[in-house]
């Protein structure tokens, strides 16, 4: 009876959060999937769900998860590697401001101009692509890579890795002196050290924020409208020109059947995660 | 053996600073190369053979419209910081210490905006923000409502990374017994161990708001990327050094940020313990 | 006393009756229109004197997608801000397309910030009337009954003819659509937007299809065309912008000839093609919303479009208006910004509904394929 009232209290602690959430983003994500299920005059239907199975959509489907988990994988090791170049500076230095500081601002970098940077730079009409053209070196000797899939992988680079140095650095920061100290007193060597000691206890937390960088990915849309414009070849593209189509291939419906596999596809990842989590936790130990 | 010990220190210092130095190098090539070619595009003149100039730049100074829209895009990025922390860091200190099991689900709930294009959110926010705007405020500033869920994704991870290096159920157990209050102990005890974490999830918060542009198009809101958007059309040089001019003032306004962060002197747990010794006697 | 009461009665009927003559009379000589919001042209609105009165009363218009380097619409903002200035305008989401003004306008309901006009294409206005409010222009006779709706639901206001926008010190002298194929195209040429999606670029197809054999009826001679483009590598899927334009990106751009020529001011050596072949014409259309929240404000607009100074300030833009023929006639066209506008020699043809309907679709289930 004491039990039960305890856990009553407890509750009470997670509620302002819930409520928030429940009115702002659970509210509007049960309108969305609710619109999934209805026709442009109103009526119920599964016909959005059915339409999932055209061929251009199973494509961009697929295109979104290869190039989400790719850019996911690669930003986390190059990020985590930048953050602990970071962190093992001086706490208080210029240069980790500067460069934490310049990561907060191109995490969040993208879009339209980001596409230019890129197009501005290493385009083909790019300051970089000319000087090397000067030097005989062709980049876009085999093909215009930048207007498909591999530009996007590199461009999303751009902000991923930033992202992960800022949500992953906390992490690093928390490795303590005492346990390389530790392992060193026990004759270990720096593979060892990171094997069983610092590894271990960091890879929840880079799990954890390559899913994000994977989430962050798959929804991403404005730079990849930027630079590949036509076709729509990654799922978001498809949910925008099914919103926004002005030549009559308007469809809502569908639209928020596509926004509902979205989230169908994440939670599959983050169950993964979740496993891979606790496997994690069991092997490394 | 003290001699081998620290020879053995030096070489691997200098490992470390050699890592570093490759790090930031190829770090700074790839990232500042595309910037510096932003830039160098909005000093061209108009023909090719003109000179270089820094018209574009000079021009942004004459848009009245963009000082309203940056005030509002800042007040935006301090109300959701605010909110955001409110929010986030009680609810997770209190997950951690009696709600285990709502961890998974708190946590696939930060991920939940993230799954949902803008595009699409938005559809589901406008029923929500009709309503607003008849009976509570049509204000831009209500905005912050949907940036909160907006940076919720980023802060949390942010947030877990710091609260997961610090032992909070011992620190919080050891200030309760001293007689501290969950306040005290929020704000006096957690809160200056993971100042890095909250710092970042600032800094993810600021940058989200000042760089954001579907939510408040869609909404209909001239906020700084909406305003910043109809100022491009005018030439190709303004709009690039309008964008590069953001980027400039979010980089600024997040080191002014960082000043914040003297990293007040981390309670180490070892200190803490000592004192519960000498208290209990 | 048993008399008083009935001519006290009397009496205040009397003076009842003349407060409310009094009050009926005054609001047609300063408020002008009671009820702006059904008001079909401005005499419903006691004259264009009260339309202004009580646009003034308003006192601000929401637009939405009108960016100001499109058809010269900036100068016709500052215009109108101009003549009326307790009229406050406030311009929305540039970017939008016209299904998002649409969206817009159904999604903020009445709210203050909903648009109160819209300018889109021919088959979001089509398709959406519902959402529109009737109102007749003062000049609406200059426009020909095939470009407007008999009860004022929607009326088409500018427009031009599908080009090919071309930097020439980038790119040799483009003549034909076949040029395009040749290897100094190499990675150059571009479609302004999506054609499942956007209007203009939906008409630049439907144009390289009708200068390689098809007709208006048949899209697919020119989804073919691009196809073979993506296959030599000059074609490239990257959005089209002044600066990707000016920076040598995309020196070569399928666009409406009003919106490219808008290329000149960052690019001097800009030049402007229409095929002679295919001379594709496109209107977009001019609506006010039924649930605006300034509906006097909005009509004033549309009388502000439809006069002579609105419409020059398109043909400024090098666009067409819709009173062009009228204003030539009557003299009152802006001669020199009529002789800019770029040469057309041959009759040019119109999308019809049905046909944008058969093509869209086509393009729907085999333009993805064809560009990848």
Redo the contacts between chains.
């Keep these: 009876m004491m039990g039960g009232r305890r856990l009553s209290l ?2 009470l ?2 509620v ?2 819930l409520v ?2 429940a ?10 999937t609710a ?1 999934a299920f209805l026709k442009g005059d109103g009526s119920a239907t599964l016909s959005n769900f059915q339409d999932l199975s055209r061929t251009y959509v199973i494509s961009a489907t697929v295109n979104s998860i290869l190039l989400s988990a790719l850019t996911a994988i690669v930003g986390a090791s ?1 990020g985590a ?2 953050a602990y ?1 970071i962190a ?2 001086n ?2 230095g210029l240069l980790r ?15 339209v ?2 596409a ?3 197009l ?3 385009g083909p009409a ?3 692509t000319l000087l090397a053209k000067q030097y005989g070196l062709y980049v876009y000797a085999g093909g215009f890579w930048i207007y498909d899939i591999r530009g996007l992988e590199l461009v999303y ?2 902000f991923q ?3 992960m140095v ?6 690093v ?3 303590k002196p005492q346990w390389r100290e530790a392992a060193e007193s026990l004759g270990g060597t ?1 593979w060892h050290y990171w094997r069983y000691v610092a590894g271990p206890l960091l890879a ?2 880079f799990l ?2 390559t ?2 960088l994977f ?2 990915s ?2 991403a ?2 730079t990849a409208n930027a630079l590949i414009n036509q076709g729509g070849i990654i799922l ?1 593209q498809q ?2 020109n099914a ?2 189509s002005e030549v009559g291939l308007h469809e ?1 419906g569908f ?2 059947a596509m ?1 509902v596999t ?2 169908v ?3 599959m990842v ?1 169950v993964l995660y ?1 496993l891979l989590q606790r496997r994690t936790s069991k092997w490394l130990q | 053996m003290a001699a081998v010990t620290q020879s053995f220190q030096r070489t ?1 210092r200098q490992k ?1 600073q050699v ?2 130095g490759v ?2 190098v190829a ?1 700074g090539l ?2 500042l ?6 830039f ?2 909005t000093t ?1 003149g ?3 053979t003109d000179p270089r100039n820094l018209d574009a730049w000079k021009s942004i100074a004459t848009y009245p419209d963009l000082i309203a829209a940056i005030v509002a895009s800042v007040e935006l990025a301090a109300i959701t910081s605010f909110a955001m922390l409110v ?2 860091v ?2 997770m200190v ?2 951690r210490l ?2 285990r099991r ?1 961890n ?1 689900i ?4 930060c ?11 938005v ?6 923000y ?1 309503w607003m ?2 009976n509570f405020s ?1 204000s831009i500033l209500t905005l912050a ?2 940036y ?2 907006l940076v ?3 802060c949390y ?6 609260l ?3 032992d909070v159920k011992t620190l919080s157990e050891a200030a309760r017994s001293l007689g501290a209050s969950w306040f005290t102990v929020m704000v006096r005890v957690i809160v200056p161990n ?1 100042s ?2 909250i710092l ?1 999830a600032c ?2 918060s ?3 708001v ?2 954001e ?2 939510i408040a ?2 909404l ?3 906020n700084l990327q ?1 305003e910043i ?2 100022l ?6 303004v ?2 050094a309008v ?2 001019a953001s ?1 400039l003032f ?2 600024v306004l ?2 002014l ?3 914040f962060n ?2 007040r002197g981390r309670l180490r747990l070892d200190d803490l313990k000592q004192v519960m010794r000498t208290e209990r006697g | 006393m048993k008399w008083s009461s009935p001519v006290r009665q009397l009496g205040l009927a009397v003076v009842a009756f003349l407060l409310v003559a009094a009050c009926g009379s005054s609001p047609s000589s300063t408020a002008g229109c009671s009820s702006a919001k059904t008001a079909t042209s401005a005499s419903d609105c006691g004259g264009m004197n009260g339309l202004v009165a009580a646009a003034n009363a308003e006192g601000a218009l ?1 637009v ?1 997608a009108l ?4 058809a010269n619409y900036g100068a016709i903002i500052t215009g109108f801000q101009a003549k009326y200035p307790s009229i406050k305008i ?7 397309s016209s299904q ?1 003004e649409v969206n ?1 306008v159904q ?3 009445a ?5 109160d006009v819209v300018d889109v294409g021919m088959a979001v206005a089509l398709a959406n009337t519902s959402l529109f409010a009737p109102y007749k222009v003062a000049l609406w006779n200059d426009i020909l009954a095939s470009q407007k709706e008999p009860t004022g639901l929607w009326f088409q206001d500018y427009g031009g003819y599908m080009s090919i926008g071309y930097d020439s ?1 980038k790119v040799p002298a483009i003549t034909a659509l076949s040029d395009l194929l040749g290897s100094r195209f190499s990675g150059k040429v571009a479609l302004n937007g999506d054609p499942t999606k956007a209007n203009a670029a939906l008409n630049g197809v439907m144009m390289a299809s009708l200068a390689n054999g098809g007709s208006l009826d048949d899209i697919s001679k020119g989804v073919d065309f691009f196809h073979q483009l993506k296959g030599k590598g000059n074609f490239v899927p990257v959005q089209a ?3 990707t ?3 040598g990106t995309t020196p070569v751009v399928f666009d409406w000839d009003y919106l490219s020529a808008a290329h000149g ?2 690019v ?1 050596t800009w030049k402007v093609f229409v095929p002679n072949n295919a001379i594709l014409g496109g209107y977009y259309a001019q609506a006010i919303s039924k649930t605006a929240p300034h509906p006097a404000a909005a009509r004033l607009w549309e009388e502000y479009l439809y006069s002579d100074e609105g419409q020059n300030l398109w043909l400024k833009g090098l666009a067409r208006p819709v009173r062009m023929q009228a204003m030539i006639t009557a003299g009152t066209v802006d001669k020199t910004a009529a002789a800019a506008l770029p040469p057309v020699s041959g009759t040019p043809v119109f999308l019809s509904a049905t046909q944008a309907t058969t093509a869209s679709a086509y393009l729907g289930s085999h333009w993805a394929a064809a560009i990848s």
Excluded: H
């Design positions: 407890n509750w602690g997670a302002p959060f928030y959430v009115v702002f983003l659970l509210l509007p994500t049960a309108i969305i619109g190059f590697l930048l170049a093992t500076g706490p208080q401001r500067v460069v934490v500081s310049a990561a907060g601002v191109l995490a969040q970098f993208g879009g101009t980001l230019f940077a890129f501005a730079s290493i790019g300051i970089v680079l751009y890795i930033p992202l800022l949500v992953f650095l906390p992490a920061d928390g490795i720096t929840p937390a954890g924020c899913l994000l989430a962050n798959f929804s849309y404005a978001p949910i925008a919103l926004s809502p639209a928020k926004a979205m989230i596809i994440v939670v983050t979740s | 691997r470390l890592f570093r790090i930031f770090a790839f990232f190369v595309p910037l510096f070619a932003m160098e595009f061209r108009r023909l090719l929010l986030l009680p609810t209190w997950v009696r709600l709502l998974r708190i946590e696939f709930i991920l939940l905006p993230l799954t949902i294009p803008a595009i699409v959110l559809v589901g926010l406008v029923p929500m009709q705007g008849i049509d409502f949907a909160v869920v919720l994704p980023y991870r942010a947030l877990d990374a710091g997961s290096s610090i993971i890095s974490a970042n800094f993810l600021v940058a989200l000042l760089g542009y579907t198009q869609n209909l809101y001239n909406v958007a109809l491009g059309r005018a030439n190709a040089g709009s690039i964008s590069a980027l979010a980089f997040l080191v940020l960082s000043l003297r990293g | 929401n939405i960016p100001p380097d499109w406030t311009s929305d989401n540039p970017n939008g998002d817009a999604q903020l309901g709210s203050n910030r909903a648009p010190s912008t002044t600066a334009v000016k920076n001011t960052d001097p």
